[in-house]
């Protein structure tokens, strides 16, 4: 019987250190520290109960209100906090560090608008803080002060359109920065001056403003690209081009990373200098002369013609070199009510006139030009035909001297045969004899 009230006495221990509370179960984590898991369970405050050595607390989903950090007071070891997925609106601000060992603090998806100055004081040893999925619209420069040890900070998923200038100023330790699925537009210049190189940067799905003031974030990227991640799930993996341009239009879809300078910075173009008579356009001064005819009409006698003398007339279409428009600035009244605007005169252009010369002398070139050809032409026809003059007289006087070489020759035989036939004649004489 003693035996098995001691087994009973050692088993009812160690249902205690199993729970601590109904519903709450007690392990540890992977680091081998104490643990109490109340997920879900409908909790608005913590219970009482608890051993005060644990290290980890586990609230999420539960309907927690409020944070409160004397409520964790009692833990003097506490490690880590979890509080997602609750009901919080605001974290307040401690003047002194009520908890100086908690180290991992869990708030996302909660109810979150804005941090104020100094938030996390009542811990000065966070190395993680996790504030994603809330509705945060607004930081200040102080917000984080007093984490100098911070290394994770986690503001995905929240409403934050303009990042404070000093922000990271008191984080000096921090490591990886998730910024990604925002609303903001800009980068301050020299945002990193504190820690130039933060190894993990999560800075996609943001609706980025690519223009001039974008410069720094453009030349930062040029250094530390391969720190800029995107992550899907467990999934991390290096992606510096998931920066991309939300406006202006031209440049919407495309990498942050890709863009020049003069991409984001484009020149202006330089403002038409005062009194450049080539800028003015003579449809302006007809737009603002036609509306002044119909109101001279009343005032004209019956007896005089329809328009009169002493206005000068007005021009209807439009002309490069306008000749009724008056050559002085002052207005000219058409009657007691209505002027006319003053207009400069409209000079030619030194650019036209560059170009009317331009077409004379390449008239004038064509003209001579053509002018050589047709004489070059007639020279060649000529050239050809003595050429053929003078053929046909080499060839005639080179058929007529062999024909007279065979006519000496064969009269030359003619007159050796009768000399022969003379001399034999005369031999043959001489022998009768």
Same mark, same amino acid.
Request: charged share 15%.
């Given at each position: 019987?003693? @035996? +098995?009230? %001691?087994? @009973?006495?050692l088993l009812s221990c160690h249902v205690a250190t199993v729970t601590a509370w109904a519903g709450c179960t007690r392990d540890r984590d992977k680091d081998h520290r104490t643990r109490e898991n109340c997920t879900a369970l409908s909790f608005s405050d913590i219970p009482a109960g608890f051993d005060p050595t644990t290290k980890v607390m586990l609230f999420t989903n539960n309907l927690f209100s409020s944070l409160s950090w004397s409520s964790f007071q009692i833990f003097t070891a506490i490690y880590e906090i979890d @509080?997602?997925?609750?009901? %919080?609106p605001q974290v307040t601000s401690s003047v002194t560090p009520i908890l100086p060992t908690l180290s991992v603090l869990r708030l996302g998806s909660n109810r979150l608008t804005s941090l104020s100055d100094g938030s996390f004081t009542a811990c000065p040893a966070l190395t993680e803080l996790y504030l994603d999925n809330n509705v945060v619209d607004s930081l200040s420069d102080h917000t984080f002060s007093g984490l100098s040890k911070l290394e994770i900070l986690d503001l995905s998923s929240n409403r934050i359109k303009v990042l404070p200038e000093l922000m990271l100023h008191p984080l000096p330790a921090i490591e990886t920065l998730y910024l990604e699925s925002n609303k903001i537009m800009v980068m301050p210049d020299d945002w990193f001056s504190k820690k130039e190189e933060v190894p993990y940067l999560f800075l996609s799905a943001n609706p980025w403003a690519c223009s001039c003031s974008l410069g720094y974030l453009r030349r930062y990227l040029d250094n530390y690209e391969f720190n800029v991640y995107t992550r899907e799930g467990p999934i991390i993996q290096s992606d510096p081009e998931s920066l991309v341009c939300d406006s202006p239009q031209w440049l919407k879809d495309k990498p942050v990373v890709t863009l020049e300078e003069s991409d984001l910075c484009p020149p202006e173009p330089e403002p038409n200098p005062a009194g450049d008579s080539d800028k003015q356009t003579i449809p302006v001064h007809t737009d603002s002369v036609a509306p002044a005819v119909p109101d001279t009409t009343p005032l004209i006698p019956m007896t005089l013609p329809p328009v009169p003398t002493t206005v000068p007339p007005v021009p209807t279409t439009t002309s490069s070199f306008p000749t009724t428009v008056p050559t002085s600035t002052a207005a000219v009244p058409l009657n007691g009510s209505h002027t006319l605007a003053p207009h400069p005169t409209v000079r030619p252009s030194t650019e036209m006139t560059g170009t009317i010369c331009a077409i004379r002398c390449r008239g004038v070139f064509c003209f001579w030009l053509c002018t050589g050809c047709l004489?070059?032409?007639?020279?060649?026809?000529? +050239?050809?035909?003595?050429?053929l003059v003078w053929l046909v007289g080499w060839c005639k006087r080179d058929y007529n001297l062999p024909n007279e070489a065979v006519a000496r020759r064969g009269g030359g035989g003619e007159v050796?045969?009768?000399s022969t036939y003379s001399r034999r004649?005369?031999?043959e004489?001489?022998?009768e004899e």
């Open positions: 019987m003693q @035996l +098995f009230l %001691i087994l @009973l006495s @509080l997602s997925g609750n009901k %919080i004489l070059l032409c007639v020279a060649s026809v000529a +050239f050809i035909l003595v050429i050796v045969m009768l004649e005369e031999k004489g001489h022998e």
